[in-house]
């Protein structure tokens, strides 16, 4: 069968795969056989080797150094490009995180292929859907040169294990100069969270305007915290300073696509649909009849988000 | 210094947008075009840069004719000048051919720094600095919420979740920004007037030495296939708070088994 690449997405030190890369491990499923590609310091691999096999990479390439972590991006695709052309692998899947994207887009150029972004299906022929303007259009597309590169649209593909190999093969790794320009200083972390990350969490409560303070926005958290969600935010509750913009939620936010997706106090605006428009539920609490969210909501609430909210969470935590 | 700020005009993301079905290219001549949202904000950086540092600001836009509103906008701003690779063998273009385009037109220019929007609007790519690193050999300092030049070095604040990376890399580099590195100013009506006379220099591809097969939709390293609207969700249910809002609602989520 077919090879197929699949770079692996990891969480900060130890905290092993992402959600997105077993998810690419599933879709790749669908061209071929997955050879899972882990990147990054010495020591990387051993760590999350199990979870990649489980999940059906049948080779797991370990390209371990500290120049992919200590130089942006460019280190990465000069790793793939090396792979790609050693192998050559039916395709390359890569999950879609801005870095994911950066990724697909150099070794495009590298590899003379194209590439395919924020794609939320592959099918066998290689075909990918991929969804457009603020989600009202589907589009299928395909690759025309070279080696299709994708990137994984996170939380579009269900993660389903396939027991494979997942026998350990070193790469040789040697960066070029011309990659180890740009060098990562400093990783800063200014908000640790204990909720679940926006783009992977599987229920996400988010607050507008209509929220009206920072403050009151502990409303909006203690009903994620009811349902285990994560928060997000609208783009007018970042810019009046209810919550930080690394929540904001749209077209210039994340895109989201949670099984439920609760809108508190907002409008619905076509770039905020443009984040979360492809969830699979969608609540709406609004006090205006008219707002246009109403429009995609499954389960409406016309009312004042500062009793619903709070009494919904109270009974949501007395059912547990 | 001398900056270049990648400028594209979109159809405005707020109105109706749609493919056309002659070709499945983005329906660009029946939309209501706008400058990129998110290349305001790179314009902006540019004149502060500019205003500390001095020297030019150059305005690089690939697109077709109706992309000079785009360009005065950014003249209108305060940019120096301007230009405007126009040819119509470029309709269709793929991203990959794209840069190819403009990084051609970069190596006739003359520049420092190469500012660009975190992402267009249309397509929603977030790949122009990638690509251009790439072919150019130029570091890519990408995402930026902060940018700070100093002894021949840019640094950037790389937008991430929940926090940032500080990265750092020697100059000429390329650098993409998002909303949250500056309040893009509004252009006064000295700017609007002064616009006017800023030059703008058309380019074809002959003059930036590509051959027209090279680019467009026939050599795309892509293609749309087919395209459809987004069916239509049923009939939501809808409730009035009366008191019993919150329950209903609760009720909603536990028959979808989520509570
Ligand atoms: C290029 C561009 C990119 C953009 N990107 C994004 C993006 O990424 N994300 C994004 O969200 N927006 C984005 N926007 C902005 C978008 O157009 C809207 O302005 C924004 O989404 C509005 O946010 P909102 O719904 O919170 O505020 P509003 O539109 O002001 O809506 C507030 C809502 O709260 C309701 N409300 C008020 N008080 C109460 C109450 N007590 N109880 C219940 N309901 C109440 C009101 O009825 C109203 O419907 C973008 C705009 C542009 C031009
Ligand atoms: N045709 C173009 N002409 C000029 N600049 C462009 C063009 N396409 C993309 N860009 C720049 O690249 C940035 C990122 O675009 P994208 O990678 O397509 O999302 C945009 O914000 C622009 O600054």
Known sequence: ?320 | MNIVVLVKQVPDSGSERKLDPADNTVARATADNVINEMDEYAIEEALLVREREGGEVTILTVGPDTATDAIRKALSMGADKAVHVVDDAIHGSCAVQTSAVIAAALQQMEYDLVLCGAEATDAQLSVMPALLAERLGLPQLSGARKLTVEGGMARIERQTDGGYWAVEAPMPAIVSTWDTINEPRYPSFKGIMAAKKKPVETKSLADLGLDASTVGLGSATSKVLDFAGRPPKGEGIKVTDEGDGAEKFVEFLAAQKIV
């Open chain 1, 1 to 320: 069968m077919a090879e197929v690449l699949v770079l692996a997405e990891l969480n900060a030190a130890g905290g092993g795969v992402r959600k997105t890369t077993l998810e690419a491990l599933t879709a790749a499923r669908a061209l071929g056989e997955p050879s899972a590609v882990v990147l990054g310091a010495p020591g990387t691999a051993a760590a999350v080797r199990d979870q990649l096999a489980e999940y059906g990479a049948a080779i797991v390439y370990v390209a371990e150094s500290a120049d992919v972590e200590d130089y942006l991006v460019a280190p990465k695709a000069e790793v793939l490009a090396q792979l790609v052309s050693e192998k050559s692998p039916a395709a390359v899947v890569i999950p879609s995180s801005p870095e994911g994207k950066e990724i697909a887009a150099r070794l495009a150029v590298k590899t003379g292929s194209g590439f395919l972004t924020d794609v939320t299906e592959i099918a066998a022929d290689g075909t990918a859907t991929q969804v457009a303007f603020a989600g009202q259009t589907i589009v299928h597309s395909q690759v025309t040169v070279g080696t299709p590169i994708y990137t994984l649209r996170g939380n579009s593909v269900a993660p389903e294990p396939a027991p494979a190999a997942g026998a350990e093969q070193p790469v040789p790794v040697s960066i070029s100069d011309q990659a180890k320009q740009v060098r990562v200083v400093e990783r800063v972390v200014e908000q640790k969270s204990s909720r679940p990350e926006l783009t992977e969490a599987s229920i996400v409560v988010s607050g507008g305007r209509g929220v009206a303070s920072a403050e009151n926005f502990t409303i909006i958290e203690g009903l994620a915290d009811s349902l285990g969600a994560a928060v997000g935010a609208s783009r007018a509750a970042v810019d009046s300073g209810f919550y930080p913009h690394s929540f904001q939620v749209g077209q210039t936010g994340k895109t989201v696509s949670p099984q439920l997706y609760v809108a508190v106090g907002i409008s619905g605006a076509i770039q905020h649909r443009a984040g979360m428009q492809t969830s699979k539920t969608i609540v709406a609490i609004n006090k205006d009849p008219e707002a246009p969210i109403f429009e995609l909501a499954d389960f409406g609430v016309i009312g004042d988000l500062n009793t619903v909210v709070p009494t919904a969470t109270e009974q949501i935590k007395a059912r547990k």
